[in-house]
C-alpha cells in the first residue's frame, strides 16, 4: 500500500476507528492476554527449587485433578461465591429499588453517589474493619454482650467461611447495586400504571413486571460479583482462618513459600476454566429465559 493510500484509508471511517481502538487493544495484548500465555506456558513445565524445566508435560494438571486437596478447595471456593452471589444480590435489590422507584429524579445522582462512598477507601482497609467490628472482642460481641444477648463472646462469626461471606458481601455491594439500578430505571412505568388500572396489587406488579424485566441486571450484578470473588486471596487469608480459605490462598502458597509456580500456574488456569465454563452456563441459561420472557 503506498503512503498516500494509507493516508486516504485512515482518513477513512474504517481507518479512523481502528485507529481508536488500536491502543486499547495494545494494552489489553500487553498486560492481560501476555500475562494470561505466559501462566498457561508455566502450567505445562516443572520446577524443582531453582530450575525450571522447560520440558511439556500434564504432570501439574494431573495433580491439580487429582489431589483431594485441591478439590475441596476448588469446592469451597465456587460455595464461597456463590453464597457471597446470592447475599449480595438478595442486599443489592432492595437499595437498588428504593433509588429507582421511591427517590426523587433530582436526587438520584446524590444516592448514587453515597453508594460508592466505600470506594473512597482502601480495600484493605476495609477487611481489617470488618475484622475489628466481628472480632472476639469487636463491635458485635461488645453490643450482644452489653445488651445481655450472650453471656461470652461469639467464635464463629471470624475466621471461617461466615466472616470470608459478610466481608465479601459488604466489599462487592456497590457492584450488584449499579447494574441491578440501570435495570430498574429502564422499566417504563406506564406499565406499572396499567397493571394498576386493571386491578394488580403491589406484590402482583413486582413480580408480574419489575422483577422480570429487573433480570437483566441481577444476572449482570450476579457475574460481577461471583467471577472476581472466587479468585479473592485477601479476604480469606486476613477473615477466613484455616477453615476459610480457597483456592487462591493455594495458587499464592505455590508461588511464593512452595517455590513451584509451574503448579500454581496450573491450579489457576484449571480455576479458570471451570469459573468461566459456569459462566458461560450461566450467560446461556440467562439469555433463554430472557428470550422465553421476550
Known amino acids: ?35 494470561l500465555a505466559a501462566v498457561a506456558a508455566f502450567s505445562f513445565w516443572t520446577q524443582n527449587y531453582l530450575d525450571l524445566d522447560r520440558t511439556f508435560t500434564i504432570a501439574n494438571y494431573r495433580e491439580v485433578w487429582t489431589e483431594p486437596v485441591y478439590r475441596v478447595l476448588m469446592l469451597r471456593s465456587l460455595t464461597v ?30 444516592w448514587i453517589f453515597l453508594i460508592t462512598i466505600p470506594f473512597w477507601t482502601s480495600y484493605l482497609m476495609r477487611i481489617f474493619l470488618w475484622k475489628v467490628i466481628l472480632g472476639y472482642n469487636g463491635v ?69 413486571i419489575t422483577l422480570p424485566l429487573a433480570f437483566p441486571g441481577i444476572f449482570a450484578a450476579a457475574l460481577i460479583v461471583f467471577i472476581p470473588t472466587v479468585g479473592d486471596y485477601v479476604t480469606p487469608r486476613l477473615v477466613g482462618g484455616p477453615s476459610g480459605l480457597m483456592i487462591s490462598n493455594m495458587i499464592e502458597l505455590q508461588f511464593k513459600k512452595a517455590n513451584n509456580p509451574p503448579l500454581g500456574a496450573a491450579l489457576a488456569v484449571s480455576a479458570m476454566f471451570i469459573v468461566t465454563a459456569i459462566s458461560l452456563i450461566f450467560v446461556r441459561i440467562s439469555r433463554r429465559y430472557l428470550r422465553e420472557r421476550a
Do not use: C
Request: glycine share 6%; hydrophobic share 55%.
Open 81 to 110: 461465591s456463590a453464597l457471597v452471589t446470592a447475599v449480595t444480590v438478595a442486599l443489592a435489590f432492595p437499595i437498588a429499588y428504593f433509588v429507582s422507584f421511591r427517590v426523587e429524579p433530582a436526587r438520584k445522582p446524590l
Open 1 to 35: 500500500m503506498s503512503p498516500g493510500s494509507l493516508r486516504s484509508w485512515l482518513r477513512s471511517p474504517d481507518g479512523r476507528g481502528l485507529t481508536l481502538v488500536s491502543p486499547p487493544f495494545i494494552y489489553a495484548v500487553l498486560l492481560l492476554a501476555a500475562p
Open 140 to 208: 458485635v460481641n461488645g453490643s450482644l454482650l452489653q445488651l445481655g444477648i450472650i453471656s461470652e463472646p461469639l467464635n464463629f462469626i471470624l475466621y471461617n467461611v461466615n466472616a470470608v461471606v459478610i466481608t465479601l458481601s459488604h466489599a462487592w455491594a456497590p457492584f450488584a447495586i449499579l447494574p441491578i439500578f440501570v435495570a430498574l430505571e429502564k422499566i417504563d412505568r406506564s406499565l406499572l400504571e396499567a397493571a394498576t388500572d386493571l386491578g394488580d396489587g403491589p406484590l402482583q406488579r413486582f413480580f408480574s
